[in-house]
């Protein structure tokens, strides 16, 4: 009877042994228990192998423009099936999605200041009325921002009084814009020098990227604000 208890005592001892091999043994062997057991409670975002995700800021620009800068992105159309896009500021201002595009040039004015909207149409340059569109870029106040993008035919009915408009508001190439170009423009009432954010690709046979049109064109950048407006 007097052995009984250191009797009890090895059984323990044996028996927290052999629980403590198993366990070593299914976890992965001697050592590996308490780390892979530490995996299970691991978040995949704590895992040192996690990528992590590219940041986006305004219009999905990779960067954030600086303080007292607008963010903006725009993508031409593409041929005739796809209409362009226009974004300000995390605000989508023009796209199929929203329903004010169409064919020829799809225009939205912005306040340069606050960054707010003041309209935004599109102007058939293959069919319709080169006065209408006139009558919307003449009036435009000191400081206003003209966004521009090209959807099918941009320049079928402009005339020589449309291309001196936008050229004031800064843009290089509208005097060599042709029928099916592609283009994309961001200018300002009362601007001094050409605008920095042009782009524009010729329609040719030989280079276009669809049957009949060049690539849609794609711009972002980040635009100072205007410190008057009137």
């Not at 009362?190 to 046979?205: A, I, T």
Request: aromatic share 8%.
């Amino acid at each position: 009877m007097r052995l009984a208890g250191p009797l009890r005592i090895v059984a323990l001892v044996i028996t927290v042994g052999l629980t403590w091999l198993v366990a070593s043994i299914l976890l992965g062997g001697p050592g590996g228990g308490f780390p892979r057991i530490q995996q299970l409670f691991t978040s995949p975002e704590n895992s040192v192998t996690a990528e992590p995700r590219a940041r986006k800021y305004k219009c999905g620009l990779p960067q954030p423009c600086p303080e007292e800068h607008l963010a903006f992105r725009m993508v031409s159309g593409a041929a005739n099936v796809i209409g362009p896009k226009i974004c300000l500021e995390d605000r989508m201002l023009m796209s199929s999605v929203k329903d004010n595009v169409g064919r020829g040039l799809n225009i939205a004015l912005v306040n340069g200041v606050s960054g707010e909207l003041i309209e935004a149409r599109a102007f058939d340059m293959w069919a319709g009325d080169v006065n209408d569109l006139l009558k919307f870029i003449r009036p435009l106040h000191e400081g206003t921002l003209v966004f521009v993008a090209s959807y099918d035919d941009p320049a079928t009915k402009m005339n020589e009084e449309t291309r001196k408009l936008f050229s004031d508001l800064g843009s290089k190439n509208v005097k060599d814009l042709a029928f099916r170009d592609s283009w994309v423009f961001v200018g300002a009432k009362g601007v001094q020098n050409k605008s920095p954010f042009e782009q524009h690709v010729k329609n040719s046979k030989h280079t276009n990227k669809y049957e009949g049109w060049p690539e849609a064109l794609e711009m972002e950048g980040c635009i100072p604000r205007r410190t008057t407006a009137s």
